[in-house]
């Protein structure tokens, strides 16, 4: 069978990217659910009840440049999360997108964080 062609114009995986490889399915995960263009998984160090996260299949390396490159699929990441936040039956919940190293992220591969079920401070650490 013939090979997907390679993406160069970005988006392409990578491969020394965690969370391509758990798209890939090389690494497992407790999946939440999927979709053509994203994947929700339970994160592995939770930080709340429900910690979640959600990214594209998409490789970008921050949700901005998701966002800026193909914006459905942005959307499409968004409107997951609130469907799980549902699902969850979450009242108040907080979508985080952690951008750059100083500001705690860890993986270079865009991802939402979807906490909820407890109390949160607000302006946040
Ligand atoms: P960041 O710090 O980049 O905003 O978020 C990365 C998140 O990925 C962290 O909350 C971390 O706990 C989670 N994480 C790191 N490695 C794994 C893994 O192998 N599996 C899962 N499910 N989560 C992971
Ligand atoms: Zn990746």
Not at 1 to 27: S, T
Not at 42 to 62: E, F, K, M, S
Not at 100 to 123: D, E, K
């Amino acid at each position: 069978m013939a090979q997907e062609p390679r993406r160069d114009d970005g988006g392409g995986p990578q491969d020394d990217c965690l969370f391509c490889k758990i798209v890939a399915g090389h690494i497992p995960a407790t999946l939440v659910r999927e979709s053509d263009t994203t994947v929700a998984f339970r994160d592995i160090n939770p930080q709340a009840p429900t910690h979640i996260l959600l990214i594209p299949r998409v490789h970008y390396p921050d949700a901005a440049t998701l966002a800026a490159a193909e914006p459905a699929v942005a959307a499409d990441l968004l409107r997951a999360a609130g469907e799980i936040a549902g699902e969850e039956k979450l009242e108040s919940y907080r979508i985080v997108f952690n951008t750059g190293s100083g500001a705690g992220q860890t993986v270079f591969h865009a991802h939402a964080h979807l906490l909820g079920g407890r109390g949160m401070q607000w302006p946040p650490g």
